[in-house]
């Protein structure tokens, strides 16, 4: 397992600026199919209760998927998202959490996932910890096909 560093060495290019960057997470460590996301929990991502937005744990869910189904192929191809299944367990409260992707199944041009968000405030047993899960379904393209404009 290793720690990529940045969004580029995991072939993400021209992300600053965007949806990633504002979310401000880092990728803590990737395999062959797999990656570890950690994000510190801001006022800015949470509800007016004070754990993290559903939008914002949907989002750490599809990026883990999207994250791990890119994994292990050519650079030149980018994980959009056909389907998520989202199953909401128990609220995010903790200072930082953690989104971890695997990937299921790979086609040659679909991937299917399976990601978690963790919670390590809640307890130091793993199964404690999950907050949400969900299943995706990820097509993967050329990126200069998939570009808009």
Do not use: W
Not at 45 to 57: E, K, P, R, S
Not at 75 to 83: D, L, M, Y
Not at 91 to 101: I, L
């Amino acid at each position: 397992m290793t720690e990529p560093g940045s969004l580029d060495a995991l072939g993400i290019p021209d992300y600053e600026g965007t949806y990633l960057d504002f979310l401000g997470f880092r990728v803590v460590a990737t395999d062959n199919n797999f990656v570890l996301i950690e994000m510190p929990l801001s006022k800015q991502h949470t509800n007016t209760l004070g754990m993290a937005h559903g939008g914002i744990v949907m989002s750490l869910l599809d990026i883990a998927g999207a994250f791990c189904a890119h994994s292990g192929t050519d650079q030149q191809r980018v994980s959009i998202t056909v389907n998520q299944s989202t199953s909401f367990i128990r609220p995010v409260t903790g200072e930082k959490f953690y989104a971890e992707g695997r990937v299921v199944r790979r086609t040659g041009s679909t991937a299917f996932t399976e990601s978690h968000i963790l919670d390590p405030s809640l307890s130091e047993q793993r199964d404690q910890q999950i907050c949400a899960q969900a299943q995706c379904v990820f097509r993967l393209r050329d990126r200069a096909r998939s570009r808009v404009g």
